[in-house]
């Protein structure tokens, strides 16, 4: 390989983002990072366990953490946000704005800013499910290891606690946004995916009964580091469930949300009965379902066992509506498609199995980019230059991901070779 002939920029700090990242820089190419939290890891910093060996995301966020802490190649931007792109293919000009973390280097994670601080705000990294101080680490192995203070306390009293219960000079109160201009010869958008919003899907309840949940807000229960300690409990009492519902497609195959499967939902369901397993041996489980998608030999392995359990009922139907039962249970009701007798099955507990909509279906990026009519980029190969990998061109596991990344990471190193 030739000496280095430009700079890739990376845009999306999750397993996508990462991987692209890691495989240019080791290749020998400068990489600029930037990601618009103030942590790397994406939605796998999120997950309790990842397929395809059911690993914790310490497994492979941390070796990726170590690697990119040791490549001066790579440059990360956290809380930063691509704000322009103009050029060509091998030369584009870029306008990056950098929002202030209000820490600085010098942290220590000693943790004395959180101990003063009084404030408490909503978790945004647990979906709100509970609370967290003015001053935090957004999970314990973030990337930078680093506390954030946040915008909501600063001019308050809470905030000049922070600062004079810090020993090592770090919070810096003054902190301001800026604005820097890079120079790049081509672009990965690892923009990722977001839960699609269950609220806007009036007939499945949640958000009206506070025992229907969504599928990430399960990966958060059942994660030691969640609000919960890794506790399935019901939020209406905490009381632990003896039955759950999973409805399936919550939201996708459906024109009137999104009209596309989204690849991951039903192995990410079949993936939380284990967790209810683990911990509730005699529950029993619901899974009501369009058509149960297992792709490849080891998923289909995987559901198979599942299928087994005499505690786990697979029902083909889908769910219409939902009703509120006694003492905070959830009745679920869907025609089955198989005998096609109506059911109302009720349980302590429902989980939402919503699907995975782009970050650009909502908001596009400042660049010259196709998309497709759900909001996921389409690359252009002939044009090259700017691509898309992971979740942002398409619904994707983890593992599909990675695959992705790599090679979006080789097409941007031929943009920069030509």
């Known amino acids: 390989m030739a000496e280095n002939s ?62 990119i802490k ?20 091998g030369a584009y000009d870029v306008s990056l704005k950098i929002n202030p973390r209000y820490v600085n280097e010098n942290c220590t994670c000693c943790g004395e800013c959180a101990a003063v601080c009084e404030t408490e705000i909503s978790n945004e990294f647990n979906f709100g499910m509970n609370k967290t101080k003015g001053a935090y680490l957004p999970f314990e192995m973030a990337f930078p290891a680093r506390y954030v203070i946040s915008p909501q306390i600063i001019g308050t009293e809470d905030a000049k606690r922070c600062k004079e219960a810090c020993k090592y000079d770090a919070v810096d109160l003054d902190a301001e946004a800026k604005t820097l201009n890079l120079k790049v010869g081509s ?45 399935i409990l019901r939020p209406s009492d905490n009381k632990e469930p003896e039955s759950f519902v999973f409805v399936q497609c919550a939201g996708s195959r459906d024109e009137n949300h999104l009209p ?49 359990d005499e505690n786990i009922f697979l029902i083909k139907g889908k769910v219409a509506e ?3 039962a006694e003492n905070g249970n959830v009745t679920v009701i869907a025609e089955n498609a198989v005998t096609g007798e109506k059911i109302k099955q009720t349980a302590e507990m429902v989980v939402l199995a919503t699907g995975m909509q782009p970050t650009t279906a909502a908001k596009k990026l400042p660049a010259d980019l196709k998309y497709n009519m759900d909001g996921f980029i389409i690359n252009d190969f002939d044009k090259g230059g700017m691509f898309a990998a992971g979740c942002a061109n398409k619904p994707a596991d983890v593992v599909t991901s990675n695959q992705s990344a790599t090679g979006m990471a080789l097409k941007a190193i031929q943009t920069l070779k030509n």
């Open 6 to 67: 430009g700079t890739i920029l990376v845009v999306g700090g999750g397993i996508s983002g990462l991987t692209v990242a890691l495989e240019a820089a080791e290749t020998g190419y400068e990489v600029f990072l930037v990601e618009k939290n103030p942590y790397l890891g994406g939605r796998v910093a999120q997950l309790n366990q990842y397929f395809p060996k059911l690993c914790p995301p310490t497994c492979g966020l941390e070796i990726n953490f170590r690697r």
């Open 70 to 89: 040791d490549n001066p190649r790579i440059k990360v931007f956290t809380l930063a946000e691509v704000e322009e792109v103009h050029g060509k293919p």
């Open 187 to 231: 672009v990965v958008w690892t923009t990722g995916w977001e839960p699609y919003d269950a609220s806007k899907i009036d007939n499945l309840g949640f958000g009206r009964y506070p025992n229907i949940i969504t599928n990430m807000m399960m990966e958060r229960l059942a994660s030691p580091n969640g609000p919960t300690k890794g506790k």
């Open 260 to 308: 596309y499967c989204s690849y991951i939902c039903c192995m990410a369901s079949l993936k939380h009965a284990t967790y209810i397993r683990e911990r509730y041996p005699d529950a029993k489980i619901y899974i009501f379902y369009i058509d149960l998608r297992a792709p490849g030999q080891r998923y289909e392995k995987f559901y198979k066992n599942i299928k087994a």
């Open 322 to 324: 939902v009703e509120e």
